[in-house]
């Protein structure tokens, strides 16, 4: 197997830092592990929209590299930026969150980097 271009392992890592984050998130709200997400906001409810991030997140990495792959990576960063956006920062559990928001962040501007500004052709 060969090695994947600097873009695409830019892309591979940042949608799996994205699913294993929204991963650990469900489950805390599964369990009950504070802190976690709330069941529902006025949008919709939590679980579903944490699965098809996750899905999402994943479907990119199987089609990365393809414009399939590139506009799923995009949606990934889209849904992460729901979650975990700049509106976080004046969340009262932003405490108990900032590495997630921190490192989600970090993930969505690396996807937008892949995406958008790298000369790398893949």
Not at 92 to 99: H, L, Q, Y
Request: aromatic fraction near 10%; glycine fraction near 8%; hydrophobic fraction near 55%.
């Amino acid at each position: 197997m060969t090695p994947l271009p600097p873009r695409l392992q830019i892309l591979d890592a940042a949608c799996l830092m994205l699913a294993v984050i929204q991963m650990a998130m469900l489950a805390s709200l599964y369990f009950g592990v504070e802190p976690h997400p709330p069941r529902s906001i006025p949008l919709f409810a939590m679980p579903p929209f944490l699965g098809v991030s996750i899905g999402t997140a994943l479907c990119a990495r199987v089609l990365l590299g393809g414009t399939a792959g590139h506009v799923l990576a995009g949606v990934t960063a889209l849904f992460a930026l729901l979650s975990f956006g700049p509106q976080k920062y004046l969340d009262p559990a932003f405490g108990e969150i900032w590495i997630a928001v921190i490192a989600s962040q970090l993930a969505v501007l690396a996807i937008g980097y892949a995406l958008f500004f790298s000369k790398s052709q893949a």
